[in-house]
């Protein structure tokens, strides 16, 4: 199972990416998918998280400017981060609750990362 992350760069206060992962290979299901971001010095934090159905978890700091959102059919979660500031720098990390067959144990599963940073 790989979990592979693209959309990350650079951007200028105020403006917009989207960042998208998906899962491959051995998947049967997926419960629980979530970005976590690490920032220079400090420990990697919960961003957002979703569940399969649809219910959203996201840290006070992103609320009303980021959305994650998922696509069951393709196995991939975005996050749309929007309004973004400097303070939203760091390293942008999936991940994903899998199942990889139907008798086997879920289990946690990270996306290599994304660097994104927000300067002018």
């Known amino acids: 199972v790989q979990l592979q992350a693209f959309g990350g760069g650079l951007v200028k206060p105020g403006g917009s990416l989207r960042l998208s992962c998906a899962a491959s290979g051995s998947v049967y299901s997926i419960g629980t998918m979530a970005w976590y971001r690490q920032a220079p010095g400090k420990q990697r934090e919960l961003v957002a998280g979703i569940t399969r159905g649809g219910r959203v978890n996201d840290a006070d700091s992103v609320k009303g400017r980021f959305t994650i959102s998922r696509d069951n059919a393709r196995n991939t979660v975005y996050l749309q981060m929007n309004s973004l500031k400097p303070d939203d720098t760091a390293v942008y990390y999936c991940?994903?609750?899998?199942?990889?067959?139907?008798?086997?144990?879920?289990?946690?599963?990270w996306g290599q990362g994304t660097q994104v940073t927000v300067s002018s």
């Open positions: 991940n994903a609750n899998i199942k990889r067959e139907i008798w086997s144990t879920p289990a946690f599963y």
